[in-house]
């Protein structure tokens, strides 16, 4: 098993200021940005996956020193052995990872981060359990736990099971973080990639208050007409 300090400099190594500095301009981090301040090696996504493969026996503890890394890419290979660890896990290990997941939301702060593990861990954990914590989650001052409120629903999603997903859509309706705006239409077009007619029940219900970038997410894949009446308003 890989030692935590190998595999950071091992980051360190694979590291490329150019690409560097390109992902610190992706990703928001000046002044007053939803990613203020993250540091980042330079790795690309496939290199930061294929690195977790051979991290995944990495013990909770160093997973969570990983996960609490001023860099980005440390805390996706975090993610990655997370989500990995707790699709092989037993019941026990699955619920310290879930507690451990939202014990560190802080950590977890970039939409990257959220999308490539929420609806991987969050999501099946709560499958057959109570969901109120989703809907705390959706009522937070912080933006990235918000976001992990949603995207968790698409794990539901993908099971068939609509209603949190839809409720949650409801709760984040006003939301003014355009991260939101777009994480609620993804999850309203994949439910209605499965079900149109219930994405069009909320939509016809909502359309007109939800934010420009929320809609568009959420018919991207209608019919040009469709789309067109959508976003003039013409919906009867």
């Not at 002044?31 to 496939?46: A, L, S, T």
């Not at 690195?51 to 975090?78: D, G, I, N």
Request: proline share 3%.
């Amino acid at each position: 098993m890989l030692k935590l300090m190998v595999i950071r400099r091992e980051m360190i190594s694979l590291g490329d200021p150019e690409k560097a500095a390109h992902a610190q301009g992706f990703f928001k981090t000046g002044k007053g940005q939803y990613g203020e301040g993250d540091r980042f090696h330079g790795i690309r996504v496939p290199v930061t996956r294929k690195m977790a493969k051979r991290c995944r026996e990495l013990s909770l503890k160093q997973t969570t020193s990983l996960l609490h890394s001023p860099f980005h890419e440390e805390r996706l290979l975090a993610l990655f052995i997370l989500v990995w660890q707790f699709s092989k896990g037993d019941e026990n290990l699955q619920r310290a990872i879930f507690d451990l997941y939202l014990a560190n939301t802080k950590y977890i702060n970039n939409w990257d981060l959220v999308d490539s593990s929420a609806h991987l861990i969050v999501g099946p954990w709560l499958q057959d359990r109570p969901r109120g914590i989703l809907h705390k989650l959706a009522f937070s001052d912080t933006l990235w736990e918000r976001r992990i409120a949603m995207m968790s629903t698409f794990h539901f999603i993908r099971q068939g099971e609509f209603d949190d997903a839809l409720l949650i859509a409801h709760t984040l309706l006003n939301d003014d973080h355009d991260l939101i705006h777009k994480a609620v239409g993804w999850m309203l077009r994949e439910i209605g990639n499965r079900q149109r007619a219930v994405e069009e029940s909320f939509l016809q219900m909502h359309y007109r208050q939800m934010p420009r970038t929320m809609l568009r997410y959420a018919i991207e894949k209608f019919p040009e007409p469709l789309r067109q009446q959508y976003l003039k308003g013409t919906i009867l």
